[in-house]
């Protein structure tokens, strides 16, 4: 597991959060990385994807205008800010590289690797 993913934790509905997912090698500075989530009962979907000199992000439809990734290259640090939160947003947290969108498929994992532990995130009030 090269990207471990953190910040997760109970959060009332409109509030914020702000993940944070480190590299472990270099080889992924400049890969797209991207965040995933699970939650219970249903299948992982993709959240968010930026590339890897960060100048071009996708999002889900769902939490479009309310998360916002970017990418700290010294630090080979991914960040998810995550406003407004809502009670469906409530899932398993992880963040996987190299990731990719396309139109009608939202963001998409390609990678080998398996996926860390995630971080849990719980909105409820």
């Known amino acids: 597991v090269q990207l471990q993913a953190s910040g997760g934790g109970l959060v009332q509905p409109g509030g914020s959060l702000r993940l944070s997912c480190a590299a472990s090698?270099?080889?992924?500075?400049?890969?797209?990385i991207g965040w995933f989530r699970q939650a219970p009962e249903k299948q992982r979907e993709g959240v968010s994807c930026?590339?890897?000199?960060?100048?071009?992000?996708y999002y889900s439809d769902s939490v479009k205008g309310r998360f916002t990734i970017s990418r700290d290259t010294d630090k080979r640090t991914v960040y998810l800010e995550m406003n407004s939160l809502k009670i469906e947003d409530t899932a398993v947290y992880y963040c996987?590289?190299?990731?990719?969108?396309?139109?009608?498929?939202?963001?998409?994992?390609?990678?080998?690797?398996?996926w860390g532990e995630g971080t849990l995130v719980t909105v409820s009030s």
């Open positions: 996987g590289a190299p990731c990719g969108y396309a139109s009608g498929r939202g963001v998409y994992y390609y990678g080998a690797d398996s």
């Open positions: 930026i590339s890897g000199r960060g100048h071009t992000t």
């Open positions: 090698r270099a080889t992924l500075d400049y890969t797209a």
